[in-house]
């Protein structure tokens, strides 16, 4: 994302429609995320874990944390960023640095938006190697965040089935 590109304010993005209150995460969202980093080769591995400032973001982000660190896996990071801030430059470059195996979101999705856009832009991430809780598993994320920024992210809904991003498209299913 070049300084000259517009980012979207808060109240812009509720051009998508009104976002509503981030939820607090369910055990069983926290157990299919931490499955899903699993089984797709990540198990004991160093993951970056970014959160919003807002109290459901946070706790999921320290109940991930705990659990993670419990299973044998490492905290390369531990980044939480602004709903609305000048850049995110500073916490997308905290975020990468470390070169984690794979990094974890626990945000709302205006923050999420505007963060995975500099992310994008500015950093190596890799939206592939990314995983979210419920939240980021927002179709009108997606399209706020712009084509093709959060293309290949995977997470876990509520219920603990599996969202991935294609294509534009949040697709949900029972499996991996």
Do not use: N
Request: glycine share 10%; hydrophobic share 40%; charged share 25%.
């Amino acid at each position: 994302m070049s300084e000259s590109t517009p980012r979207l304010a808060p109240a812009a993005l509720s051009d998508y429609a009104p976002w509503s209150v981030t939820q607090p995460h369910t055990d069983r969202e926290l157990e299919r995320l931490v499955a899903l980093l699993e089984g797709c080769g990540f198990r004991g591995g160093s993951v970056a874990l970014g959160h919003g400032r807002d109290a459901a973001s946070k706790d999921a982000a320290t109940a991930f944390a705990d659990t993670w660190q419990r299973r044998g896996g490492h905290l390369a990071a531990v980044v939480d960023w602004p709903e609305d801030a000048a850049s995110w430059l500073r916490q997308a470059r905290r975020l990468t640095r470390p070169e984690p195996d794979a990094w974890v979101v626990a945000a709302a999705p205006v923050g999420w938006a505007q963060m995975s856009r500099r992310l994008r832009h500015s950093t190596d991430w890799d939206p592939r190697r990314t995983f979210g809780f419920a939240s980021a598993g927002d179709s009108r994320l997606v399209t706020a965040a712009g084509p093709g920024v959060l293309d290949g992210m995977r997470g876990a809904t509520a219920d603990g089935r599996v969202w991935t991003i294609r294509r534009g498209w949040v697709v949900e299913s029972d499996g991996e």
